[in-house]
């Protein structure tokens, strides 16, 4: 019995069908990879959108303030020459307020009250000031332009609204009709707030600024930026280029390694027990802080640089000392300025992750009320972060609008940092 003989060109047809249903099949699966990435990338930009949409939504109203100008007599009854700042500005304007209107109040002053919680405190001290350099308006009527309080801000932003119970809202109906009489005669406008941007912390929300936790972060950032980076940096370079292959220098990785995953929590501990308790350094100061956040990124540091040396191509060493440089110079000639570039990525990342840490600052006191701007590293100072969680935890609601718009200052001042940081290594990348 004799096989069958086989058609090879059978065969050939069997083998490219086979072929094909498996080109088929990569293709498909390459599609559904293809798939799968776009999607985590949608997904990932879909949730990043809904934050930042949230927190603009949020933050956006403490840009813009509404302000009164009202006339004021400078009664010479009420007002002491010699300390103005201890007249009740706001109540003898209220008053005023209230006899243009018409109307009468009781004996207890119980509508003069009730206006007067309408206007900030920013008044009295303008108008103190007012009179301290022209003492001569006493006796005047002059024109006096303030920020109204924080629940007349939130009211007129339509953060307060009339259909809520009046039991949950702190202004009331007669206060709200004042605001509206006063909005549509034009006696309160809208505008832009700079006192978001010139002032410290305060405990009206109307008054409160944001530049002195900028100007506190700044120069947090500095020390931890003078400290840090020379550090990480020459530590990766003795490590990766310098330092004889053992169990000592393994045991250094593995504990660089390590701190790298470190909670930042226990970085502030460190700094609590180390720099204030034993060191006597001044607490919640930018020097504390940035030694603080020097600690915790020096491990990212010497990782990304280390990371940066071993790609340089082995070629360039070997190039550098067949010319006869020295290892000291191939190294610091040759080798780290070609890994510059990526120095400066891991330079960007540990700076940008620490601005926006806020466990150690609170353990070291940065957490504080902190109402003026810091003229020194050694002077108390409030950051942006610490400065979002106290304003976040403020029972005031003016404060919460405030906290989304700190937020979008913090980001802002990280995007400005990372660009600073880009073009520096652009131009690293140019040079070499």
Known sequence: MTDAPVDPAAVRAA???????????????????????????????????????????????????????????????????????????????????????????????????????????????????????????????????????????????????????????????????????????????????????????????????????????????????????????GAAVYLEEFAPRGRFTDLIEVNINNLAAVPSIVYGLLGLALFINFANLPRSSPLVGGLVLALMALPTIIIATRSSLKAV????????????????????????????????TGTIISMAHALGETAPLLLIGMVSFVPGIPGAITEPAGALPSLVYIWENASELAFHERTAAAILVLLAFMIVMNAAAILLRRRFERRW
């Open 15 to 233: 083998r490219a069908g086979a072929l094909q249903k498996g080109l088929k099949r990569r293709y498909a699966r390459e599609a559904r990879f293809r798939a799968y990435g776009l999607l985590a990338i949608a997904v990932a930009l879909g949730f990043l959108c809904l934050l930042l949409g949230r927190i603009i939504e949020q933050g956006h109203t403490a840009f813009y303030s509404n302000e009164i100008t009202v006339p004021v007599y400078m009664d010479p009854a009420r007002i002491d020459r010699d300390y103005p700042q201890g007249t009740n500005f706001q109540l003898m304007v209220a008053q005023q307020q209230l006899a243009r209107m018409g109307i009468t109040d009781d004996a207890l002053g119980t509508q003069a009250n009730a206006y007067r919680t309408l206007l900030s405190s920013e008044l009295k001290f303008r108008a103190a000031a007012l009179v301290r350099e022209n003492p001569s308006v006493i006796g005047q009527t002059v024109e006096i332009t303030a920020p109204v309080s924080d629940d007349a801000d939130l009211y007129l932003k339509g953060k307060i609204k009339r259909s809520e119970p009046a039991e949950l809202r702190r202004i009331s109906d007669q206060q709200m009709a004042w605001l509206d009489d006063l909005k549509s005669e034009g006696t309160i406008r809208a505008g832009f707030n700079s006192l978001l941007f010139t002032q410290g912390d305060s405990t009206e929300p109307e008054l409160a600024g944001v530049l002195g936790a900028v100007v506190g972060s700044a120069l947090m950032l500095l020390v931890t930026a003078l400290i840090a980076i020379p550090l990480g940096v």
């Open 313 to 344: 191509p082995p070629s360039i060493r070997e190039a550098a000392l067949a010319m006869g440089a020295s290892k000291t110079q191939t190294v610091f000639h040759h080798v780290l300025p070609l890994a510059m570039p990526g120095v400066m």
